[in-house]
Every structure is written in C-alpha cells, then in structure tokens.
C-alpha cells in the first residue's frame, strides 16, 4: 500500500510559478514510478507528468514541455511539480499517483492521492 499526499496548491495569477510536492510512504517495488495529473471540472483527469524513482527519467506530454518540470527526491520519499508560467487554463485539481510504467495512462497507476487546487487567475 502506497499513501500519497499533496500539498502546494493555491491561488496565483497568471504569469507566476508554483511548485506541488507529494510526500510518498510505504513506497514498494510496485510504485517505481510516480506521476502528476489534472482535472479541471467537467473535464476528464489528464496526464501532466511522471518520473522514474530510481534513476529520475522522465515522460512529459509534448503540450506540457517547457512550462512544466517533475523531479524527486529519494532521501524524502517526495515528488515534485514546478509549474511556471501559469495559465488561467492549468486551473485544475493536481494529483499525484504512483505506478509501475512510465506512461500517461491513468488506468497504469494504482495509488493516488487526494488532490490539490491550483487556481490561476488572468
């Protein structure tokens, strides 16, 4: 079993940064790789970005390339999401999940956590 919680999350305007944290315990073989997504209301939960725990790689969608940047560190069992450059359309509820491929598909990851705002205003 894997708990996950987020934290970061808040109102900004657009044009400035944020940088969402997920703390990660009893992390197992099964979680070797955690994975950042959103869903805005009325729309479905898409893939933002994900990391390999082992050896840091990564896997962006090409719209997130740029703006967006996941990272980890071991030692604190913690994922991070730095997003620049905010846009009133990243306005969305942010999770992280852990999974075992670096994918984009929702269906690959079995743990997630509870979710955080982000609100960018114009």
């Known amino acids: 079993q894997v708990q996950l919680v987020e934290s970061g999350g808040g109102s900004v305007q657009a044009g400035n940064s944020l940088r969402l944290s997920c703390a990660a315990s009893g992390r197992t073989l099964s979680s070797d790789v955690m994975g950042w997504f959103r869903q805005a209301p009325g729309k479905e939960r898409e893939f933002v970005a994900a990391?390999?725990?082992?050896?840091?790689?990564?896997y962006y969608p090409d719209s997130r390339k740029g703006r967006f940047t996941i990272s980890r560190d071991n030692a604190k069992n913690t994922v991070y999401l730095e997003m620049n450059s905010l846009k009133p359309e990243d306005t969305a509820v942010y999770y992280c999940a852990a999974g075992r491929a670096l994918v984009s598909s929702t269906t690959s990851y079995g743990f997630w956590g509870q979710g955080t705002q982000v609100t960018v205003s114009s």
């Open positions: 990391i390999r725990w082992n050896t840091g790689g990564t």
